[in-house]
């Protein structure tokens, strides 16, 4: 397990592990700023690992493509949009506003498979805490907001985050091993209507939809 | 008939599920980074032994049957083995009923019903067949949370059998009930108050399950800074939180927010998964080093049984047959260990 001082750099290091498929490296997990690596002992030595790990250089800001982006539509008709505006002293409009203007980053992928944290929550939409008690089910899709952070719920769960609204996309498939966002990721919020979300129903993030355009758009 | 067609009339009926029965393999591995739990037998020790004894590589399905076994009929000819905790075990067919003590492969016919009771000690027992359990592959494993459910049938090839028990020094592990828990300092170790808490034993709580067991004892303080991310986690990471330790299990979530103050060495994480409600740990801290060592000990260890009982199981004769026993050798229960004293030949200490 490794500490960084940066999210990011933590991301981008666990990011080139996981790339080099080191023999017996099984997984490099980024959360918030730690990364701990996964190894088999049957396929190499945990102990001559550390220093083998540790010359890999955390390619922050280096290679030719740099962090993905994924691009969310979302529909935002949540639950807890009026709510959430009220309690934040802001219109439900200027809250989805700068819900899709912010660039979000993954900053850990937990607390259920594919589920991902999102950082770079705009100031002004900060601060609400979770909801007490939580809801027992979360529909999935719902796009919700608490503390610093955003999130995307990728199966119907429990949650206390506030609901804004719902992606159509499938964001994360256990049964077909769909996981596109890792962290370290980028993610951007479009906001779309009801024609446009029963259009894009159950088309995986990055899929080509039924128009021929793509998500990401543009 | 096509394996297909096979598989869609043979196998298991759960006739009752038991307390918490679920199909394990070996998990899911390389999605701790997509916030998938690896899953799998929790104790995967003894997993293996029952796939071993059911003729199968580690890597087969079985079920893992918690504390209460349930019953289940065979919907074909089937050779399957019991590894684990001991449970009482029954096969009842038309001719009567006969006792099945683990750890044994046996054959079921079609029609027989396997009854498998409460466990008088120890939480987990395995019940393997040849070939494996064949649920649906999902991102790899057929791990699955989801406890059985009554009428379901779980899908297997017909195989059969005969009774085969091997001879307990083919089984041989260094002794280690009672013995406490070794762990290793976690990366929040310093945020300890008390740093000797793992001289106080614990008692295992009935909230325990594949997610994690939470235990008893006097409270741990533990110094928790404010807005502390989550950190990744562990199978047998052992947490601090609302000052009781809570031991992680196979299905825990990859990312957590309690201070992780512990890990449990990975040798004696199959022991963890044989604690039961009011069991009472102990815990001993060791280096780092020494916990590597346990590790590489143990899977030689296991690699040594396996291979012994490959060559048993595969080559007829070194496990211990009641059928081929002599005549005169008096009644007993299938499967008794009749050859317990028997003097083993070719036994490693390994």
């Given at each position: 397990m490794a500490r960084f001082d940066r999210e990011d750099e933590a991301a981008a290091w666990a990011e080139a592990i996981r790339s080099r498929r080191l023999p017996g490296v099984l997984d490099a997990v980024a959360c918030f700023e730690t990364v701990a690596v996964f190894a088999d002992?049957?396929?190499?030595?945990?102990?001559?690992?550390?220093?083998?790990?540790?010359?890999?250089?955390?390619?922050?800001?280096?290679?030719?493509?740099?962090?993905?982006?994924?691009?969310?539509?979302?529909?935002?008709?949540?639950?807890?949009?009026?709510?959430?505006?009220?309690?934040?002293?802001?219109?439900?409009?200027?809250?989805?506003?700068?819900?899709?203007?912010?660039?979000?980053?993954?900053?850990?992928?937990?607390?259920?498979?594919?589920?991902?944290?999102?950082?770079?929550?705009?100031?002004?939409?900060?601060?609400?805490?979770?909801?007490?008690?939580?809801?027992?089910?979360?529909?999935?899709?719902?796009?919700?907001?608490?503390?610093?952070?955003?999130?995307?719920?990728?199966?119907?769960?429990?949650?206390?985050?506030?609901?804004?609204?719902?992606?159509?996309?499938?964001?994360?498939?256990?049964?077909?091993?769909?996981?596109?966002?890792?962290?370290?990721?980028?993610?951007?919020?479009?906001?779309?209507?009801?024609?446009?979300?029963?259009?894009?129903?159950?088309?995986?993030?990055?899929?080509?939809?039924?128009?021929?355009?793509?998500?990401?758009?543009? | 008939m096509t394996e297909r067609d096979e598989l869609a009339t043979s196998g298991l009926t759960v006739l009752h599920p038991g307390a918490w029965t679920t199909v394990q393999d070996l998990g899911r591995l390389g999605l701790r980074s997509r916030g998938v739990p690896p899953g799998g037998a929790f104790d995967s020790q003894s997993h293996e032994l029952a796939n071993a004894l059911a003729g199968n590589p580690p890597g087969a399905a079985t079920l893992e049957l918690v504390l209460l076994g349930g019953k289940f009929r065979a919907d074909g000819p089937l050779a399957v083995a019991l590894a684990g905790a001991p449970m009482p075990a029954?096969?009842?067919?038309?001719?009567?009923?006969?006792?099945?003590?683990?750890?044994?492969?046996?054959?079921?016919?079609?029609?027989?019903?396997?009854?498998?009771?409460?466990?008088?000690?120890?939480?987990?027992?395995?019940?393997?067949?040849?070939?494996?359990?064949?649920?649906?592959?999902?991102?790899?494993?057929?791990?699955?949370?989801?406890?059985?459910?009554?009428?379901e049938r779980i899908p297997a090839l017909p195989s059969s059998s005969p009774i085969r028990r091997p001879r307990p020094c083919l089984l041989a592990i260094p002794g280690q009930e009672g013995l406490p828990i070794r762990i290793i300092e976690g990366p929040d170790a310093e945020l300890l108050v008390d740093r000797d808490w793992h001289q106080n034993p614990f008692v295992v709580s009935s909230e325990s399950d594949r997610m994690g067991l939470r235990l008893d004892g006097p409270p741990i303080q533990v110094r928790t800074p404010p807005d502390r991310p989550s950190i990744p986690v562990l199978p047998g990471g052992i947490q601090v939180s609302g000052g009781r330790p809570i031991l992680l299990g196979v299905a825990a979530g990859t990312m957590g927010g309690y201070p992780l103050v512990a890990v449990v060495a990975s040798a004696d994480l199959p022991r963890l998964a044989q604690a039961r409600p009011r069991d009472v740990l102990r815990f001993a801290p060791i280096s780092l080093a020494e916990a590597r060592r346990l590790d590489r000990e143990s899977r030689r260890a296991r690699r040594g049984i396996l291979l012994r009982l490959e060559a048993a199981v595969g080559g007829a004769g070194t496990l211990a047959d009641p059928e081929r026993r002599p005549p005169g050798s008096g009644p007993s229960a299938e499967g008794e260990p009749s050859d317990r004293n028997r003097p083993c030949r070719g036994r490693e200490d390994g």
């Open positions: 002992p049957d396929a190499v030595d945990p102990g001559a690992l550390p220093e083998r790990l540790l010359a890999i250089a955390s390619p922050i800001g280096q290679g030719p493509i740099g962090p993905r982006t994924h691009r969310v539509p979302v529909l935002y008709d949540g639950k807890d949009l009026d709510e959430a505006s009220r309690a934040l002293g802001i219109e439900p409009g200027d809250l989805v506003r700068l819900h899709c203007e912010a660039v979000f980053v993954v900053r850990a992928i937990g607390f259920l498979p594919g589920f991902p944290y999102l950082g770079g929550l705009p100031e002004a939409l900060t601060g609400l805490p979770r909801r007490q008690p939580p809801r027992t089910r979360v529909p999935a899709g719902s796009v919700a907001i608490a503390g610093s952070q955003s999130c995307i719920y990728p199966a119907e769960s429990p949650g206390g985050w506030h609901l804004l609204g719902r992606t159509p996309l499938v964001i994360a498939d256990l049964s077909s091993g769909f996981f596109p966002m890792v962290a370290g990721d980028l993610v951007r919020f479009e906001p779309i209507g009801p024609d446009r979300f029963d259009a894009l129903r159950g088309l995986r993030l990055g899929e080509p939809d039924r128009g021929g355009d793509l998500i990401p758009l543009r | 029954r096969v009842l067919s038309g001719s009567g009923s006969r006792t099945v003590l683990p750890p044994i492969g046996f054959g079921l016919l079609p029609g027989d019903v396997l009854e498998l009771g409460g466990l008088p000690s120890g939480a987990r027992t395995y019940l393997a067949v040849r070939g494996g359990w064949r649920t649906p592959i999902v991102s790899g494993s057929r791990s699955s949370e989801r406890p059985l459910r009554e009428g």
